[in-house]
């Protein structure tokens, strides 16, 4: 048991673990998008749909080396009472699969190095073929002040359909105060916390990810979906038995699109509010920000007994 704690102590560093006491190793999700008005001369609403999924698995290579290993599934799906072209996808259903697989190095003071490779694989799941996947990776410095508060910075980078997309990182953990804590990997996703009890927290929640998604439907012609969203949501965090907790969240999505781009519109480079030469036409309209909820029961081990 102290061998296992001890490789999951390493991997605090990294973007799913709660606080300081537990890290997440598997996780199941259902997401709802009230409907929303499209940003366009559309008269319909989209009605938005996910299911998201994630596992990790933290393989020891010695006292102070791991190699780590999770993979994330998500669907995404729009529906509408629109009518559109023949060539342009409706109702939208889209699915990726990321792996996330590399080397977490323990250094001295408690600072750490993450080094991973992160493939992307984003399709209709139609007339699949090697331009369904993407290339990606992901490299993060941490370096711990004390045992309130860890800081790390990096980039992830992968090549979408579009182009090249670079993330700078910001990998937050900091314990605030006996009840409340920050910790996440921005801009991409993090929490702000408060413990209500051993059972209960409750806080906010942020999510932005770019993601892309080949259409193998020779109807499509090889487009593909350019998915935005940055969700903002207040959540609640409760343990049901043992290391099983069912977290409901409430909020609001900005900035939501799901446009389809054809296959040879591309982009020069991007960073995460900023793109260079971006002259896409887009075939699709935005719908608008709105409402979401979603309910996730999460598999989290404790990392001290």
């Given at each position: 048991m102290k061998s296992i704690l001890s490789v999951l102590a390493i991997v605090?560093?990294?973007?799913?673990?709660?606080g300081q006491d537990r890290i997440d190793l598997f996780t199941l999700s259902g997401s709802y998008g009230f409907p929303s008005a499209?940003?366009?001369?559309y008269t319909g609403k989209g009605t938005e749909k996910g299911i998201?999924?994630?596992?990790?698995?933290?393989?020891?290579?010695?006292?102070?080396?791991?190699?780590?290993?999770?993979?994330?599934y998500f669907f995404?799906?729009?529906?509408?009472?629109?009518?559109?072209?023949?060539?342009?996808?409706?109702p939208i259903r889209v699915h990726g699969f990321v792996l996330r697989t590399g080397l977490i190095q323990?250094?001295?003071?408690?600072?750490?190095?993450?080094?991973?490779?992160?493939?992307?694989?984003?399709?209709?799941?139609?007339?699949?073929?090697?331009t369904h996947w993407q290339l990606g990776g992901i490299a993060v410095y941490d370096k711990k002040y004390n045992d309130h508060f860890k800081l790390g910075f990096g980039a992830l980078f992968n090549q979408e359909f579009f182009g090249p997309n670079l993330v700078p990182l910001v990998n937050l953990d900091w314990r605030l105060h006996e009840k409340w804590s920050v910790n996440g990997l921005f801009p991409i996703y993090g929490k702000l916390s408060y413990q209500i009890n051993k059972r209960l927290d409750i806080g906010w929640s942020h999510f932005g990810l770019v993601t892309t998604y080949r259409l193998g439907d020779p109807a499509y012609r090889g487009d593909y979906i350019d998915r935005r969203s940055i969700d903002e949501t207040l959540y609640a965090r409760y343990q049901l038995f043992g290391d099983f907790?069912?977290?409901?969240?409430?909020?609001?999505?900005?900035?939501?699109?799901?446009?389809?781009?054809?296959?040879?519109?591309?982009?020069?480079?991007?960073l995460p509010l900023i793109s260079i030469g971006d002259n896409r036409q887009a075939k699709t309209a935005s719908i608008q920000s709105g409402i979401i909820a979603s309910l996730r029961i999460v598999y989290s081990i404790a990392l001290t007994k």
């Open positions: 605090l560093t990294l973007p799913i673990v709660i499209y940003d366009s001369i998201a999924a994630s596992f990790v698995a933290p393989v020891e290579l010695s006292q102070k080396s791991i190699w780590y290993s999770g993979i994330n995404w799906g729009v529906d509408t009472d629109e009518v559109l072209p023949e060539a342009v996808m409706n323990q250094l001295k003071n408690g600072n750490s190095l993450q080094l991973l490779f992160a493939p992307r694989f984003m399709t209709d799941f139609v007339n699949i073929n090697s907790f069912l977290e409901g969240r409430f909020g609001y999505s900005f900035g939501r699109s799901y446009h389809q781009y054809e296959a040879d519109q591309k982009v020069d480079f991007t």
